[in-house]
């Protein structure tokens, strides 16, 4: 089952909204109208809460939340259904609003190391990107008119922690996984290039507004059976540039988890990117640019060149 972030734009008097949605079979509805018809609006002691976010900080992702709805869903009649729809103005907000910290793996696919002109290294390399660089999935990639060289996608396998977490053992790791979504580590080429010849930090190409897209879907730890098998693959304007599978990975998400608890405390709403495999490339003005991970959904977003 997949979850999603919406918001709803402000008309007349009503002001802009935002709430959480469910995908089922290829239909979008929303979890809120759902659950005030199935279990009235006082369910979970109040107001159903207006993210994915919040669900996550009330720990409703663990209480057999997937279930209930799916069945809810079976037993409405077609005039029910109709009410519990997506509404019409509503479009895809990140699967996170406030997301925590945004930290990413480096060079965790052997191909994609070496297209870099440099080796995998055998222990986990990472970096931060800061929340604000996250957009949604349809939103704009706005490269800015000032900045010169290429800009590159690279499209990963993203996982968010449900629970606080500190040292943990790789077997630990999967039971702190709320779930996974899509995520665009898009770079400032050039400018990551020039840091690295001067040996200077390189996380200005990484974090330029929009420079994260993530979404549109959330999907739940216990829906993706085997995270360790999923395929990847990036299109620009429909040509497939990047083809990968999360199998190639140096280092597995248990492990990325596990290694990254023990270097600070993992708190809920917290995202981890897990590297790209190879085949990064330019986007430029007009590009469209779409990330799929298998069993998650498609991240899509076009690319405008400021002026």
Known sequence: MRLFNYMRPASGSRSSSSGVGVEVGGELFSLQTL?????????????????????????????????????????????????????????????????????????????????????????????????????????????????????????????????????????????????????????????????????MPWDAAKNLDGFCPMGPFFVLSESIANPANLAVECRVNGEVRQQGNTSDMMHSVAKIVSDLSKHLTLLPGDVIATGTPEGVGALNDGDVVECEIESIGVLRNPVVRGS
């Open 35 to 199: 659950w005030a018809l199935a279990y009235g609006p006082s369910s979970y002691g109040g107001a159903f809460p207006s993210s994915i976010d919040a669900m996550i900080e009330r720990d409703m992702l663990r209480k057999g939340l997937p279930g209930e709805v799916s069945a809810t869903l079976i037993e409405c009649g077609p005039g029910t259904r109709e009410r519990m729809m997506l509404p019409k103005d509503a479009t895809f907000a990140p699967p996170l609003m406030r997301p925590g910290k945004i930290l990413a793996v480096a060079r965790n696919y052997r191909a994609h190391a070496a297209e870099m002109g440099s080796e995998a290294p055998p222990e986990l390399r990472w970096f931060l990107k800061i929340p604000s660089t996250v957009i949604p999935s349809g939103a704009p990639i706005e490269v800015p008119a000032w900045l010169e060289g290429e800009v590159h996608h690279e499209a990963e396998l993203a996982l968010v922690i449900g629970k606080p977490a500190k040292n943990l053992s790789e077997a630990e790791a999967p039971e702190v996984i709320a779930g996974y979504t899509v995520l665009n580590d898009v770079t400032a080429r050039g400018m990551q290039a020039e840091a690295k010849q001067q040996r």
